[in-house]
């Protein structure tokens, strides 16, 4: 691994309303700010085992993620090194065959973990709403959440981060937060529902 | 109670019921539940996809040029194949050619997609389904260092003091309590054949795996932009040619880049040739008495073809499609995704509904409905919120039943190499002969492709070739793309149609993919510039499927029927069997697990 380089990593499937959260946040801070070289920026969507060589890549990293800590919905959360497992060891880190414990132990067996893990985090209020965008008061905890994450790579890493000059985005236009959102359909035109199983005791809207 | 499917298979559901649900080391949510004799012989397999789909919908409306963003994030791993089959349902309906270049980056980026799939597939998921990591400790390094001279001669890291330093790594992370990746496995189950010797072997290569995977991917990055997420477009590729210029970030394709790519689609080429081939054909050689799992392969096969090896002309694709019927490898179906008697998708037994009266009637995917309705059958056991047990003869799952010409039929890289074997693929038909010997001579036995093919262990060598078959082609594309370039053609693109003013009022398209599942369409309607309907039919919606109204059994079904289990309560044979088709579920399904538990649970009634 490198000696210094950061991943900022933000991660969830923005197909389902609040579980988008952490690509949200990521994209704003892609959007706005400029930061240096060794400060990689990274939307990892629904990838699990596939994020791997990014985070051996990286000394630290900060993930971006709405996760179920059983607190009042749109709660912002922050969690450090060994309370980070844990927590996201409740649940997959995606869709994937890989929970993210799974990938921190495959990242120490090659002996190549990072040093340091933080991880912002937003407790969802609304996961089933298939095609929907982030629940009101979720949405209200990106600015916050993007402000925990400068504040952690300033006081943490030193890292300073400067506002964009130049328009070179990472998210594609059309499920950039306002395009995906605004473009939605009709709910007569387009079920939202998921399965009432697996739905079954996740935290309501 | 016995019932004679049309499709040749007996079911008996007098026996025992075990439940596997999530079944693990997937994508997306799965659960089977089969019923085993008194001998723990599986006599009935069920199918069910746990959650449901519903990208289609939130695509209507939307800009058709936009489609391929959306179906990137179905899924996490199939993200550029999804893309691609949309820019081609696209292209195809608004009847857009795109430049040359542009289809030789598209070719390399499905292929390295393709190998890197499958790479991490055998390591990752499928691996320890064969492979006892516990048992590797136990291993003689010097015992496995002959072993890799023997099958892999020339992958360099061989010498008995590499090994020992791998077993010496694993040794320190299992004492360390850290099972973590290994923990939910059942190490002691007989149904594990391999000495320790060749456990020591491919958990070494696990985890040179992952060096090579990561490497790879960086091919997406310089032609897609990004990766994770590549950018695709409609009409072409969205990155620029200057071969001359520098290499600032976001700046044009340059030599350099391309001198780059082509050393990572060597790299790919040597660890394929070198490491997975041969250890697949290790590892099978220590289960030539386990010739299971075989079930629709054997039958009824399918893929819509890729590979084209002159842009445009469909016969040249290099691994063909079409369709096998009832084992007859001497006549192949050509197939027609336009054709609405062809392609058709059922849901009888799926939580689905086509309205009154259409309950049993199969529909073309143009004219493709996706409306959700949950009921469970009469003899389900359980609630709404927690089944205990599926009933079958009811709704039973949220995947639709795909049949070709009402046929169930397998897809997926064993389909493909039957059909390119039956059709006389040169390459194919050389790597298929020469591994079987290998394994032939490894194993003592002489079995030959119609008998070793359709089974677990073939499906499994199938992708392993397929993903060194990819590798000799993208290697050959990449030639082609410079000599293309160097012929002064720059271009990319093509946008003379990007404007929809330029469209027709109404238009439909299909595009597809040789994904690395198995074949994947998709179909587009295109009404005024937007989207009127698209529907998706993903190989694991053709493998993993319910039944038709007929009583056809899928893929999955049929593949475990007739296993025996050495251990009921340890679903050892039934993942193995439902990993060597690499489900992937995600497209049907969302994203949080319940409770988060990495284990299989199972439940034996």
Partial sequence: ?205 | MTIQTPNGFTLDTSGKRIVVDPVTRIEGHMRCEVNVDSDNVIRNAVSTGTMWRGLEVILKGRDPRDAWAFVERICGVCTGCHALASVRAVEDALQIKIPNNAFLIREIMAKVLQWHDHVVHFYHLHALDWVNPINALKADPKATSQLQQMVGPDHPNSSPGYFRDVQNRLKKFVESGQLGLFKNGYWDNPAYKLPPEADLMAVTHYLEALDFQKEIVKVHTIFGGKNPHPNYMVGGVPCAINIDGDMAAGAPLNMERLNFVKLKLQEAFEFSKNVYVPDVIAIASFYKGWLYGGGLSGLNVMDYGDYEAIQGQKSTDRLPGGVILNGNWAEVHPIDPRDPEQVQEFVTHSWYTYGDGDADKGLHPWDGVTEPQYKLGPDAKGTRTDIQQIDENAKYSWIKAPRWKGNAVEVGPLARYILAYAQGVDYVKGQVDDSLGRFNALAGTSFTPKQALPTTIGRTLARALEAHYCAEMMLGDFDNLIANIKAGDRSTANVEKWDPATWPKEARGVGTVAAPRGGLGHWIKIKDGRIENYQCVVPTTWNGGPRDPKGNIGAFEASLMNTPMERPEEPVEILRTLHSFDPCLACSTHVISPDGEEMARVTVR
């Fill in chain 1, 1 to 205: 691994m490198d000696d210094d380089r950061i991943l900022v990593l933000g991660i969830g499937n923005i197909l389902w309303a609040d579980e988008g959260f952490g690509v949200r946040v990521i994209e704003a801070l892609d959007e706005r700010y400029e930061l240096p070289g060794h400060v990689s920026v990274l939307d990892g969507g629904t990838q699990g085992l596939y994020l791997l060589p990014h985070l051996e890549d990286a000394a630290a990293v900060i993930i971006v993620d709405a996760i179920d800590y059983g607190l009042p919905p749109a709660t912002l959360k922050l969690l450090r090194d060994d309370e980070v497992p844990a927590v996201l060891g409740t649940r997959k880190v995606s869709l994937h065959q890989t929970g993210f414990q799974e990938i921190l132990a495959l990242l120490r067996l090659r002996e190549r973990a990072p040093r340091q893990l933080l991880v912002v985090g937003v407790q969802p209020e609304r996961l089933d709403d298939y095609g929907g965008g982030l629940t009101p008061a979720v949405a209200a905890q990106v600015e916050p959440a993007l402000a925990a994450v400068l504040r952690l790579l300033a006081e943490e890493f030193g890292v300073v981060a400067t506002p964009r000059r130049s328009r070179e985005r990472f998210t594609a236009p059309a499920i950039s937060r306002q395009d995906y959102e605004t473009g939605r359909p009709s709910a007569q035109a387009a079920c939202r529902v998921g399965d009432a199983r697996v739905l079954a005791g996740r935290p309501r809207g």
